[in-house]
């Protein structure tokens, strides 16, 4: 079957593209295999076209007037936006926390620091997290500034995302590496972060 005659996109297909026979607008732009413009005609006269090339007729921009469609390798496009998609997806950002006291001692600082540095290289956040109890609760701004002091520790290799701020029982902050976020957010709300430390008891 010549590539002009191809119908994919088939019930259970994620395809999202119309191509060949699934154009049936009246008129459409046609760009050429080396991107060059060839004007506007029929699907008819662009698949005839592109079946010359041996290639697909593929609608890019049907929201344009008329619509565009571009001569190219359905099958080639389609595996590269399958790679560029699972690039994104491997390459998440993670989010990591970092869970302390207000009094947690100086050498189990050093030691959580240092492996949440090792997370903020590879691109990864790190939520700081000091969580309050008792009447460490009414002392809300000392601990505030006992964070902005933590913060700076990381001021070589990392930038603030999030602010210090108070949430209920416990003072919060984010930070990432410097330069911005390395890949996209994960989208799933059920991840549940690493965690860093071991102070995980509740009031």
Known sequence: MRRGQQRP?????????????????????????????LGIMTPEEGR???AEHDLDLVEVAPNANPP?????DYGKFR???????QSSKSARIELKELRIRPKTDDNDLETMIRKAKTFLAKGNRVKIVMRLRGREQSHGEMWVDKMVEIIDKFKDCAQIAQPARAEGKMISAVLER???????TPSSTNDEPEVIGDDDDED
């Open 9 to 37: 996109g088939a019930p259970g297909d994620d395809n999202q593209y119309r191509i060949n026979n699934q154009i049936r607008i009246s008129k459409i732009l046609v760009i050429g295999p080396d991107n060059e413009k």
């Open 79 to 85: 595996y590269e936006q399958a790679k560029k998609a």
């Open 68 to 72: 565009v469609c571009r001569i190219m």
């Open 178 to 184: 410097i330069g911005g976020a390395v890949a996209t």
């Open 48 to 50: 005839s076209i592109a």
